[in-house]
């Protein structure tokens, strides 16, 4: 009989937002007549901007015509893509890439799953506590990790972000050689300054490190001074690699069309002593596993970059922004503590007393019909937390405040 990769089964039995989903059926199951309202997973609600249906529609008719027909496109992504993105993205920071230091791919959460793939399995993991599952699992799929024991692995490094802290993670006292940031944050939806980022890309730069850096929801800060990219730190091309993705600033969730950066200046050793690009290694996976992104899809993703689709992206994420702002007073108003939603579209609250992240999962769901996201599934240092999303549309977020004030037994 053939082995399976034991590393699987170290793994909790479901994946967070699986097991939510779950939860969510049983309850609709057993009350089909209750009214949920879902602020858990974060998932867009608004329709695709105009624009981008636009550079869809163009490119089907394009698919029905022998003259424009295309089959296999490029794995890396079509240069009209990436060029925009260069331009539009990264242009203004004063970061210059070329286009090889860009890949399109089907989503985010793809890629920061498969990243790992290209380091070897003895690098010592670092990531934020609470965080985003997929950095976690993908390294225990990878055996990168020991047993769970006390709600963490043995040989991951948990950099605890709580209130205490400011939701600010410390350097690691033991050396990391691959460090996992998302900012703004999920799950905690706050920021980092520059200057703290600075001392993340100078401790890459002093061990030797490869920093990850998650940028899904850059579209969302709303305030000067907070980087929307790694690379605006000097250094940074030469120890990080950047994510970003359409999901959340131009609702392609379902869609799926994303990038990642990886600079040819990011080295990690070989055995023998010597170094090599991850540009190169990432390429390589890439065009062995990934046959590009449909040629539809990046045509209405080129169209986020034109006026009007840069002007309906800020209007999508403005219409979230005041969801975020709903969230966010509601709950201040009616005493409890806050986090995140300002630069951000999560917000993520301390449980109020006596509950823990689950058993406040359950009061919401039961008494008036809420589904957020238990803290606790981000990791140990989420306990005692719980997070709410922007994402639903602002009747049914006004609604979900209004129940939560007038309804939930604090
Ligand atoms: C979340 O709720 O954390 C997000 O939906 C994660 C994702 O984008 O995969």
Same mark, same amino acid.
Request: aromatic share 12%.
């Given at each position: ?35 949920? +309202? ?17 550079? /869809? ?23 009209? /893509?990436?060029?925009? +993105? ?6 203004? /920071? ?50 990168? %990790? ?108 379902? %869609? ?21 690009? /991850? ?67 999560? +917000?993520?609250?301390? %449980? ?13 769901? %039961? ?44």
């Amino acid at each position: 009989m053939a082995f399976i990769n034991d590393n699987y089964l170290k793994l909790p039995g479901s994946y967070l937002f699986a097991e939510i989903a779950r939860r969510v059926s049983k309850f609709k199951e057993d009350h089909p007549a209750a009214d949920i +309202i879902r602020l858990g997973i974060g998932d867009v609600t608004r329709p695709l901007p105009e624009a981008v249906i636009k550079g /869809l529609h163009t490119a089907v008719d394009e698919m029905a015509d022998a003259r424009t027909f295309r089959g296999y496109g490029p794995e890396q992504g079509y240069a009209f /893509l990436i060029e925009k +993105i260069i331009a539009t993205d990264y242009a203004p /920071l004063g970061v210059t890439l070329d286009v090889d230091e860009i890949f399109v791919s089907d989503g985010s959460k793809s890629d920061v799953g498969n990243i790992q793939e290209i380091f070897g399995v003895d690098n010592v993991v670092a990531i934020t506590d609470p965080v985003y599952p997929v950095y976690l699992d993908t390294n225990v799929m990878a055996g990168r %990790t020991g047993e769970l024991a006390g709600g963490k692995f043995a040989g991951v490094t948990y950099l605890t972000c709580n209130a205490e802290n400011n939701f600010t993670p410390e350097l690691p006292e033991e050396r990391a050689d691959i460090i996992y940031l998302c900012f703004p944050n999920n799950p905690t939806g706050t920021t980092l300054p520059k200057e703290e980022l600075k001392k993340w890309v100078d401790y890459a730069k002093a061990n030797g490190s490869v920093i990850l850096y998650d940028a899904a929801y850059e579209a969302y800060i709303q305030e000067p001074g907070i980087p929307h990219s790694i690379y605006e730190i000097e250094g940074a091309k030469e120890v990080a690699i950047e994510f970003r993705t359409f999901s959340k600033n131009a609702g392609f969730t379902g %869609t799926r069309c994303a990038f990642t950066v990886v600079p040819k200046t990011v080295m990690a050793a070989t055995k023998d002593g010597g170094q090599y690009p /991850l540009n190169k290694l990432w390429n390589r996976r890439q065009t062995t596993k990934f046959n590009g992104v449909p040629y539809i899809i990046q045509r209405g993703a080129e169209a986020v970059y034109t006026p009007e689709g840069q002007r309906q992206i800020k209007e999508l994420i403005d219409y979230y922004m005041v969801n975020a702002k709903t969230i966010r007073e509601g709950l201040q108003s009616i005493g409890l503590d806050v986090f995140g939603g300002v630069n951000a579209p999560y +917000i993520w609250l301390k %449980t109020p007393k006596g509950y823990d992240s689950w058993s406040f999962f359950d009061k919401l769901l %039961t008494e008036v019909n809420i589904v957020g996201t238990p803290g606790a599934g981000f990791g140990p240092a989420g306990e005692g937390y719980f997070r709410l999303t922007a994402f639903g549309s602002q009747e049914s977020t006004q609604e979900a405040i209004d129940r939560i004030k007038t309804k939930l037994s604090l």
